[in-house]
C-alpha cells in the first residue's frame, strides 16, 4: 500500500509541566491513513504527547503541524476549527453513565453542529452501526460489556467525522478476545475511512497486530529512541531498549 502524505509533523518538540521535564526533541512524522502508536515503558510521557498532539498541552519548544499549519501558532479560531477535526477516545471510556448509548454519542453532535435532533439520532445510530452496535442506542453504559463500552467510545470519537482519531490505551482493562475485536474494529476502520489513527499503548498484542509505524519514547533519556514499524524494530533494531520491550525481554 503506498504510503500517505505527511498528516502530523512533530518538529523538536519538547514537553514539559512546568519545570518537570516529560519529553524532549521529538521529531517524528505520522503519515496519513497509518495507525501510528506511542510506545514505551511506564512513565515515559506516552499520554503527555498524546494530549499535545489532540491539541491539549502545548509544547514548550517546537512545533507540531497538521500537514502545513502549525497547530500553536494558529489564532484560537483556527485551532479550534482543526480540533473539530480530532476525534479523541480515553482509557477510560469517559462515557456518560446516565445517558444512552445513542445520547452519548450524539453529545459531539450536539454541541458543535446546527443538526436537528432528527438528523444526530440518525448520525448517531449509523455510528454505532459502524462499530458493531445496531440495536443498541437505548442501552445504557451499565447495561453492556467493557468491550463493547469501549466500541461506544469509538463511535463518538468518530461522531464528527475526524480525519484523525486519538486513542489512550483502548484495550486497558479488556480480556484477550475483546482487545482482539477492538484491534480487528480500529484496522477495519482505517480500511474503509482512510482515518489516521494515533493510539497511546503498551500492549504487544495490539501494537503488532494494528501498527503501520510507530515511535519509541525512553523515560530515562526522556526523548524518543526509534521510530519504525514495530515488528521490523523488533526484529531488526540494534536497540536493547527497544529489543527488550517488544519482547519483553525473551529475546
Known amino acids: 500500500m503506498a504510503r500517505g502524505d505527511p498528516h502530523i509533523i512533530l518538529d523538536h518538540v519538547t514537553l514539559a509541566y512546568g519545570d518537570f521535564l516529560i519529553q524532549q526533541n521529538l521529531d517524528f512524522t505520522v503519515h496519513e491513513g497509518d ?3 506511542v510506545m514505551g515503558g511506564s512513565g515515559c510521557g506516552k499520554s503527555t504527547v498524546m ?8 509544547p514548550k519548544a517546537g512545533r507540531i503541524l497538521y500537514r502545513d499549519t502549525d497547530f500553536w501558532k494558529a489564532t484560537p ?3 479550534s476549527l482543526m480540533q473539530r477535526r480530532f476525534g479523541v477516545m480515553y482509557q477510560s471510556g469517559a462515557l456518560w453513565s446516565s445517558m444512552t448509548l445513542a445520547e452519548n454519542v450524539a453529545l459531539p453532535l450536539e454541541q458543535y453542529t446546527d443538526l436537528d435532533p432528527g438528523q ?5 445510530a449509523y455510528k454505532l452501526a459502524l462499530v458493531g452496535l445496531t440495536g443498541f442506542d437505548d442501552f445504557y453504559p451499565s447495561e453492556i460489556s467493557g468491550g463493547m463500552q469501549k466500541r461506544v467510545g469509538v ?3 468518530m461522531a464528527l467525522d475526524p480525519e484523525i482519531l486519538f486513542f489512550d490505551e483502548p484495550s486497558a482493562g479488556l480480556d484477550p478476545v475483546s482487545a482482539r ?3 480487528d474494529l480500529l484496522l477495519e476502520l482505517r480500511d474503509s475511512l482512510g482515518t489516521t489513527m494515533v493510539v497511546v499503548t503498551h500492549e ?4 503488532f497486530t494494528i501498527a503501520d509505524d510507530s515511535v519509541f519514547l525512553d523515560p530515562e533519556s526522556k526523548t524518543m529512541l526509534t521510530t519504525g514499524n514495530p515488528r521490523e524494530l523488533r526484529d531488526h533494531s540494534d536497540l536493547a531498549k527497544v529489543r527488550t520491550f517488544l519482547t519483553r525481554g525473551e529475546a
Not at 494530549?51 to 498541552?57: A, C, D
Not at 444526530?120 to 448517531?124: R, T, V
Open 204 to 207: 504487544l498484542a495490539s501494537i
Open 51 to 58: 494530549r499535545s498532539l489532540s491539541g491539549i498541552l502545548e
Open 77 to 79: 479560531e483556527q485551532r
Open 120 to 124: 444526530i439520532g440518525e448520525i448517531a
Open 35 to 37: 495507525i501510528f502508536i
Open 155 to 157: 463511535a463518538r470519537a
Open 181 to 183: 475485536l477492538l484491534d
